[in-house]
Every structure is written in C-alpha cells, then in structure tokens.
C-alpha cells in the first residue's frame, strides 16, 4: 500500500515569488509519481508525472517537480507565480510497473497568490 | 477530443433517498474508475474497471453503493440509500489500456440533507 502526505494545507505567497509545495510518499515498491491542479469547480488536471528517466520533470506552466528516492519526496516548484495559479494541488502515486493502478492522493494543498 | 463527461454536476437530496451518477469516458479508454473526494480531502478509489469487468472494488461500501458499466462504455454509480455522510463530489476518471495518466470530469457534487 502507498501513502501521501502533504504537510502544507494552504500556502498564501505574493504574485512573482518563488513556491514550493511539499509532497512526500511511503511505499514498500516502485511509484510512478504525479501532480494534479484543480481549479474551482473543475475536475483534476494532471500537471505533470514522474514514471522512469530524469529525475526532475517539468510542465508547459512553467512547474517542475523532482523525484527525490532517498528522501521519498516530490515537489513542486515555480520560480515565479501568477495569480491565474491559485488553485489546488494533490501529489498522488500509483504502483509502478503496473498498468492503469489506482492513484493514492495526498490531502492537497491550497496555493493562494496575493497581489 | 471530447473529455470525461459526467452528469448531473450538482445533485441535492434528502437522506434516505437514493441517487445515480453518470459517466462517459474518453473514446477509446478501456479503463473507467469512480472516486470520491470528501471535503478537505484527496480524491479516494471507489471502483475501478477494465472494460465491463469490475477488477478493484474493494473501497466501496456494496451494501448501499452498486455501479455498473454494462457495454464497457459509459458507467453509473448508484447509492441507495443515501446518508449524511455521503456528502462529497464524486469523480469519474478514464485512461487508455496501456497508458499511466488518468483523465478526470468535472465531477458531480452530492449534497445529502
């Protein structure tokens, strides 16, 4: 079984500053590792995904995320937010090496960019 | 592309009532799962499918909760009956047989009175 925490349950941070949301995971196998932003009233975007190769993986928005195994972590960063950026974020994980598994959610984290 | 279609989008009822969800996925997903997401909370595995077969529901509650997907298509999630706490937005999400990313809808927001 996997697990996810995200410590963070709001992060407030002025427009243009630098974020970092926090995600860390338990699993006694191999993950395939995910971030998903959902804005209000919408369902879950996936935002970028860690599955094999580079350790530090990127999205179109300017978000990156790495992939951490020693410290069983993943997370996110931009180095400069925007207001259109407040929304929710979950980490999730899934089983690696197994197609179509179940994804495992943290209990999100709510990023609010102040003018 | 058409994306994860559900309906209704908002749903209020009366405890002791029951209730459907539906869902149309991607074209082409052979993969369909229902979760559910409680206020404050990460999205949680109710069922999930692969083609017309049931291959993971051990999340969900069978003995008000029953979903089908008869033609391997569209699905949907019934609750009967409903209690205050099923109050919660109800997802629908598809990904392609060989794929690791899922495609969620817009979900269907449960409010029980």
């Known amino acids: 079984a996997q697990s996810v925490t995200q410590l963070d349950s709001q992060v407030p941070v002025f427009e243009e500053a630098p974020v970092e949301l926090r995600c860390n995971y338990s699993?006694?196998?191999?993950?395939?590792l995910f971030w998903y932003v959902q804005y209000p009233n919408q369902g879950l975007q996936l935002l970028l995904k860690?599955?094999?190769?580079?350790?530090l993986v990127e999205s179109i928005n300017g978000f990156e995320a790495e992939f951490n195994k020693s410290q069983t972590s993943f997370h996110l960063r931009k180095p400069s937010v925007h207001i259109s950026d407040t929304a929710e974020y979950f980490c999730?994980?899934?089983?690696?090496?197994?197609?179509?598994?179940?994804?495992?959610f943290g209990t999100g984290t709510r990023l609010t960019i102040i003018p | 592309e058409a994306g994860v279609v559900q309906s209704p989008r908002y749903k209020i009822i009366e405890k002791k009532q029951p209730v459907a969800f539906w869902c149309n996925p991607i074209?082409?997903?052979?993969?369909l799962y229902w979760y559910r997401q409680n206020l404050g909370q990460g999205p949680e595995l109710l069922i999930r499918?692969?083609?017309?077969?049931?291959?993971?529901d051990s999340q969900l509650p069978k003995d008000r909760f029953s979903a089908e997907r008869l033609k391997g298509v569209d699905s949907t999630l019934k609750i009967q009956p409903a209690e205050l706490g099923d109050s919660a937005v109800y997802l629908c999400?598809?990904?392609?047989?060989?794929?690791?990313?899922?495609?969620f809808g817009p979900g269907t927001r449960l409010t029980v009175l």
């Open positions: 860690y599955l094999s190769g580079s350790t």
């Open positions: 074209s082409g997903h052979n993969t």
């Open positions: 999400a598809s990904s392609p047989t060989s794929g690791n990313e899922q495609f």
């Open positions: 999730a994980v899934s089983q690696a090496n197994f197609g179509n598994e179940k994804l495992t």
């Open positions: 499918y692969e083609n017309e077969e049931a291959v993971d």
């Open positions: 699993s006694s196998v191999s993950v395939y």
